[in-house]
């Protein structure tokens, strides 16, 4: 596993302008994208396994992972690659025990101690943030910046992705700390192609 955490598309279907999630993610898939998580945290099961269904399409057809945030029964029925660990989910021991192997387990984590423990557990990889600034991750406090990022890469075995306020711009200094890939929000949702935006990204992480 690697290449394929390079970029992952998290969803916010509020950010997209009006436009339609599924048919957003479909063009940013066509675009190259790698994977993308659904992360819809005010929809329902029924709703949520509907839309991850659709995606679930999709990514077929682009080799795409699909990574479902928290709901572990949704990610089982729809058939998605894993489920994304949160701080308000069951721990990865436990996810672990209900899925066995048949999803892969990341996991959100936002202290050099949560990232141990969730490499301890089992986890797949790690998701670190907020690193610079975003409206969509002041809930989960300041930055964290490129040196506790660093650390974090430095501690663990398993691939970390960076999230929170991640731009094409940003992509080389947040590798430089040791992040596998990033993982990205608005900066893609948002723009006025995220097409465009999905290879700008892309072509980023593919500098030397």
């Given at each position: 596993?690697?290449?394929?955490?390079?970029l992952?598309?998290?969803?916010?279907?509020?950010?997209?302008?009006?436009?339609?999630?599924?048919?957003?993610?479909?063009?940013?898939?066509?675009?190259?994208?790698?994977?993308?998580?659904?992360?819809?945290?005010?929809?329902?099961?029924?709703?949520?396994?509907?839309?991850?269904?659709?995606?679930?399409?999709?990514?077929?057809?682009t080799q795409?992972?699909?990574?479902?945030?928290?709901?572990?029964?949704?990610?089982?029925?729809?058939?998605?690659?894993a489920?994304q660990r949160?701080s308000?989910?069951l721990?990865?021991?436990?996810?672990?025990?209900?899925?066995?192997?048949?999803?892969?387990?990341?996991?959100?984590?936002?202290?050099?101690?949560?990232?141990?423990?969730?490499?301890?557990?089992?986890?797949?990889?790690?998701?670190?943030?907020?690193?610079?600034?975003?409206?969509?991750?002041?809930?989960?406090?300041?930055?964290?910046?490129?040196?506790?990022?660093?650390?974090?890469?430095?501690?663990?075995r398993?691939?970390?992705?960076?999230?929170?306020?991640?731009?094409?711009?940003?992509?080389?200094?947040?590798?430089?700390?040791?992040?596998?890939?990033?993982?990205?929000?608005?900066?893609?949702?948002?723009?006025?192609?995220?097409?465009?935006?999905?290879?700008?990204?892309?072509?980023?992480?593919?500098?030397?």
């Open positions: 596993m690697g290449d394929e955490l390079r992952c598309l998290v969803t916010d279907r509020t950010l997209t302008r009006g436009r339609e999630l599924a048919s957003v993610v479909g063009d940013c898939l066509a675009a190259g994208l790698p994977a993308v998580q659904v992360r819809e945290k005010d929809l329902g099961a029924a709703d949520l396994a509907f839309l991850c269904r659709r995606i679930r399409g999709l990514t077929r057809d795409a992972l699909l990574i479902v945030n928290d709901r572990v029964d949704v990610a089982l029925a729809v058939g998605a690659d489920v949160t308000t989910s721990t990865v021991e436990d996810i672990r025990r209900i899925v066995g192997e048949r999803l892969r387990i990341g996991a959100s984590v936002h202290s050099l101690p949560e990232a141990l423990e969730a490499e301890l557990q089992g986890a797949d990889w790690l998701v670190f943030g907020p690193v610079y600034d975003t409206p969509s991750k002041r809930v989960y406090g300041p930055p964290q910046g490129l040196d506790r990022l660093a650390r974090v890469t430095r501690a663990v398993l691939p970390v992705l960076a999230i929170g306020g991640i731009t094409p711009e940003r992509v080389r200094e947040v590798r430089r700390a040791g992040a596998r890939g990033v993982a990205v929000v608005s900066a893609i949702l948002g723009a006025d192609s995220p097409a465009d935006a999905t290879r700008r990204f892309l072509d980023a992480l593919a500098a030397p």
